[in-house]
């Protein structure tokens, strides 16, 4: 399925699940002669993770600067082995957040490094919602699970670079860069909104609201067509009403949400939403191949955007979160297409009538669970003075 793009002077390769992503990782770190950053949720004890581990091992032998940055609740149960074994052949592992009470809701302990970036020599950039671990969950899901990335090539790869590197510093310091470095990366984030190809975050002070600010553009501007597919599926109350507003102007809306079980409260939380947004005449596609962990849209065959942030309080409020979006119809249309193949050869539509069907009980649960969302998300103080939930 990987497709590549010339757009607006970049070299865009959009590349499917693990089984596209990984060997291109690892032959850009191999063909490294200078430095490799790479920063991920969840880094596992697998195949997958022993790959990677090798090739920056053997970058790091041979003199590359070799920086991984790993979260610390995501990654927890990365062996010391592991680790030791890296920083033994030279790879500098630091740990964003390190966990002590997992189970904490103090906010700043849920605030987590859920980006999967990787950056080599400062000029190929993959802009990812893939973590380090084996494509297939394994049990009795044998299919991979559903994600994208985008190997990057061009001037965002410097902008990249400058923001994976100023994150390193953060954290190795746990203090901030030089006040006109962070000057330098408000300029260049401001300036590539205006292109065809623009890096787009959401961190914990400058760019809070960024990745929601530009779904929330493109939704607005959509004159046909909206498709998203999103593993963890929660949009507050702003979201909500963009795409209502977008379905009663006659614009077709598109979901591809996750089928499979993986945690029960967001599940049915999610499911709470389905009878409002049915009602408004938005498809609602259920994924049931394998656990779907794709978090991307097209709008009107024009507008993509791929990367690590889900719709829902965890991503748009508290987690570092890094999306790349793209207006160019020739990218937007491979993203389009594989996402309608997957509608219809993995997924299953729900209808409103069906929907409507499921007993007193289930909806009962559905509503609890979104309401203990709502709650848990008021507790943690980031519903007040949104009303976004």
């Keep these: 399925m990987s497709s590549t ?17 990984f060997p291109r990782l690892v032959a850009a770190i191999d063909a490294a002669t200078r430095t490799v950053y790479l920063e991920t ?9 022993r790959l990677v581990s090798q090739a920056l091992q053997r970058a790091a032998k041979r003199g590359v600067m070799a920086h991984l940055l790993l979260d610390g609740f995501g990654s ?4 010391d082995a592991w680790v030791n074994e890296l920083r033994g052949a030279g790879v ?10 997992r189970f904490s809701l103090r906010r700043h302990r849920l605030r987590r490094l859920h980006r999967k970036l990787a950056l080599v020599d400062e000029h190929i950039a993959f802009v990812s919602g893939i973590n380090i671990i084996n494509d297939v969950p ?22 990249i670079h400058f ?6 510093t953060l954290v190795s310091w746990i203090n901030f860069r030089r006040q006109r470095e962070r000057v330098k990366l408000l300029a260049a984030h401001k300036n590539t909104e205006q292109h065809k190809v623009a890096f787009v975050l959401r961190d914990n002070l400058r760019h809070r609201h960024d990745i929601e600010h530009a779904y929330l553009k493109a939704i607005a501007g959509a004159r046909r067509e909206i498709i998203i597919a999103n593993a963890y599926f929660l949009p507050g109350l702003r979201f909500r009403h963009a795409l209502l507003n977008a379905a009663r102007r006659g614009v077709r809306v598109v979901l591809l949400l996750q089928g499979q079980v993986e945690y029960r409260l967001q ?3 999610t499911r709470a939403l389905y009878d409002e947004l049915l009602r408004a005449g938005m498809e609602i596609h259920e994924y049931h191949a394998s656990f779907m962990h794709a978090k991307v849209a097209v709008v009107d065959g024009y507008w993509a955007t791929v990367g690590s942030s889900n719709i829902d309080p965890f991503s748009l409020w508290l ?8 207006r160019d119809a020739g990218f937007a249309e491979s993203l389009r297409a594989d996402l309608l193949q997957e509608i219809a050869h993995s997924a299953r539509l729900i209808s409103h009538s069906a929907w409507r069907k499921h007993g007193i009980w289930m909806h009962l649960l559905m509503r609890i669970s979104y309401t203990m969302v709502r709650f848990l998300t008021g507790v943690i103080g980031y519903a007040r003075g949104h009303d976004n939930v």
Excluded: K, S
Excluded at 41 to 49: E, K, P, S, V
Excluded at 92 to 101: D, G, H, K, M
Excluded at 163 to 168: I, K, P, Q
């Design 5 to 21: 793009h010339l757009v607006d002077g970049h070299i865009l390769t959009l590349l499917r699940n693990g089984e596209e992503y």
């Design 41 to 49: 949720y969840i880094y596992a004890a697998d195949t997958c993770g």
């Design 76 to 79: 927890a149960d990365l062996p």
């Design 92 to 101: 500098e592992v630091l740990w964003y957040r390190p966990e002590i009470a």
């Design 138 to 159: 394994g049990g009795r899901i044998m299919a991979p699970r559903l994600d994208y990335t985008v190997e990057v090539q061009g001037a965002t790869a410097g902008q």
């Design 163 to 168: 923001v994976m590197r100023r994150l390193w």
């Design 267 to 269: 599940h049915f939380a």
């Design 319 to 326: 987690a570092r979160e890094a999306n790349l979006v793209v």
